[in-house]
């Protein structure tokens, strides 16, 4: 992994942080660490996203069919595994 791979998901913790949406905290095992808890806000919005994806999932799925939809999910899914190493 490149050192700017490496750094995206620091990246993107900071401006969830910054945002409000999760907050780190000291890991009581090991004072080195910290954790990053979902806050508040971030939990409100999980509520959210859900919906905004069935309601695109439901949209695609109309517009495909069951089969088609469930193949694209599958690529989709295989894709994210090449181009995000962190899921």
């Known amino acids: 992994m490149s050192e700017a791979t490496s750094r995206k998901p620091v990246r993107r ?3 969830l942080n910054v945002a409000g949406d999760v907050r780190r905290v000291p890991d009581p095992t090991d004072a080195r ?3 990053v808890q979902i806050a508040e806000r971030g939990a409100q919005t999980i509520p959210i996203a859900a919906a905004v994806v069935a309601e695109v999932e439901a949209e695609w799925t109309a517009h495909l069919g069951t089969t ?3 193949q694209l999910r599958e690529a989709l899914v295989s894709l994210r595994e090449i ?3 962190y899921t």
């Open 13 to 15: 913790l900071r401006a």
């Open 68 to 70: 088609r939809a469930a």
């Open 33 to 35: 660490a910290r954790l």
């Open 83 to 85: 181009t995000d190493p």
